[in-house]
């Protein structure tokens, strides 16, 4: 497809489960990042990735989430031992390299998993 | 305080009405701002880049206000397909840098 594909769609897990989430972004876009969506609230950045290379992964609420990308194109990001306030929407979005130092190439989003710890 | 701040609403409005959504931002080193829209359930989409001269796109008009922090979104002649979430989005630095979401305004066009 043209836009970014996640999977799965929803997901439900008992409290204490590890869980891995997917994005396959826009063909040929080289940053990837992962935002937390919590209920009521706007996104809130997780980390990004350039090609494979992590470049930021300051908004990781915990050791117990890893992202991944190990050939600059899927995105894997994994839960361990998930407790009830990792209850959200994840979402992954995507955009090319910016041409130039100074511009900011739309962010593209996928449509999202969303995230049920019971 | 949060980077950015906005009032969640909801906002309900008649069809045809004109409405305004306000944001203010923490940090004055921020260089790009917009606004998102973002549907029940689904994934937020960019709705308009905001620069400093003002912007238009048909019926949406937004304004930056870099010495006071203030972005806002004007709404003309609304519409029952423009209830959204409307989220205030700034970015820190130049490239690509993680955007830093508002909470989000709630509005609802009734008819």
């Known amino acids: 497809g043209a836009g970014v594909s996640q999977s799965p769609r929803y997901k439900v897990a008992k409290r204490g489960q590890d869980v891995a989430l997917r994005c396959d972004p826009i063909?040929?876009?080289?940053?990837l990042f992962w935002y937390q969506q919590a209920l009521g609230q706007g996104p809130e950045f997780l980390t990004y990735f350039q090609n494979e290379a992590q470049l930021d992964k300051s908004g990781l609420p915990s050791d117990r989430f890893f992202a991944e990308r190990p050939e600059g194109s899927v995105s894997t990001l994994k839960i361990q031992r998930t407790q009830q306030e990792d209850s959200a929407v994840y979402l992954c979005?995507?955009?090319?390299?910016?041409?130039?130092?100074?511009?900011?190439?739309?962010?593209?989003f996928g449509d999202g998993t969303r995230l049920s710890i019971l | 305080r949060k980077e950015v701040e906005q009032d969640p609403g909801p906002f309900n409005v008649p069809e045809g009405a004109t409405v305004a959504f306000n944001c203010t931002y923490s940090?004055?080193?921020?260089?790009?701002f917009f606004w998102y829209r973002q549907d029940c359930r689904k994934e937020p989409k960019l709705l308009m880049s905001?620069?400093?001269s003002g912007n238009e796109d048909g019926r949406f008009t937004a304004q930056l206000n870099r010495a006071s922090q203030y972005i806002s979104l004007l709404i003309r002649d609304s519409k029952l397909s423009d209830s959204a979430t409307y989220l205030c989005?700034?970015?820190?630095?130049?490239?690509?840098?993680?955007?830093?979401f508002g909470k989000g305004t709630r509005l609802s066009v009734i008819a």
């Open positions: 063909s040929g876009h080289v940053s």
């Open positions: 989005v700034v970015i820190l630095n130049s490239g690509n840098t993680p955007l830093v």
């Open positions: 940090n004055s080193a921020s260089q790009s």
């Open positions: 905001v620069y400093s």
């Open positions: 979005a995507s955009s090319l390299d910016p041409l130039h130092q100074y511009s900011n190439q739309p962010q593209h």
